[in-house]
């Protein structure tokens, strides 16, 4: 199967989620026209509740959008898959936007090679991670430290996954994450006790990133 020779990797640091957004809408639709780049965007998003296209309001706890709460946050209906969760500071954000007609016409293979990757990051930095059966996601000791949630136009991917590292946990006590009401949320810090370096796990997603797909940089 022919493959996208290059992957342009490109570190936002710091942004406001609608500005992270406007700049995947306008890869994606540079790529729609023919542009022939893959791209790999990886960002820390200020505070943000997300809602994914057929996701429930009702799993949006009233305190989440509180303009009274010490931390206030907005919301974005965004169309990915999922359903609601929580992006900030101390998260791995990374958005691919891959032309997929590269990479097999399969939203649901292309998930799994998504949570391939995360699992074997982990598993770098010593974590045992996991799927679990007909869920979307990756799980370390029943806990869950990643989504994903994608989203595809003409066959061009963007949005993508989120990786706890040392996010602040008590924001997502405001929703109910991915709509699983007993779904218990971790990170990489809570894990190993410890924070951890995000430059450093970056670089091993990087690389997991580029092995799975079989890229060049």
Request: proline share 4%; aromatic share 8%; glycine share 12%.
């Amino acid at each position: 199967m022919p493959i996208a020779e290059r992957l342009q990797v490109i570190d936002l640091g710091l942004r406001e989620y609608g500005e992270a957004l406007e700049l995947q809408e306008n890869l994606v639709r540079a790529k729609c026209q023919g542009e022939g780049t893959d791209y790999l965007l990886f960002v820390e998003h200020l505070p943000v509740y997300t809602l994914g296209r057929g996701g429930n309001e009702k799993h949006l706890l009233e305190r989440a959008l509180d303009s009274s709460s010490p931390w206030p946050s907005p919301l974005y209906r965004v169309s990915r898959g999922g359903d609601a969760t929580f992006h900030g500071p101390g998260q791995l954000v990374g958005y691919p936007i891959l032309d997929l007609n590269r990479h097999g016409q399969d939203v649901h293979l292309y998930l799994r090679r998504l949570e391939a990757i995360l699992i074997d990051a982990l598993a770098d930095f010593g974590l045992r991670a996991e799927r679990l059966h007909g869920l979307t996601g990756v799980w370390v000791e029943g806990k869950k430290i990643a989504s994903i949630g994608v989203g595809v136009r003409r066959w061009i991917s963007f949005h993508g996954f989120a990786l706890n590292v040392n996010t602040d946990l008590t924001f997502f006590d405001r929703i109910i994450p991915c709509g699983l009401s007993n779904v218990r949320m971790t990170s990489m810090a809570e894990l190993l006790g410890k924070e951890i370096s995000l430059n450093q796990v970056k670089g091993v997603v990087r690389q997991r990133f580029i092995g799975q797909f079989h890229y060049t940089v």
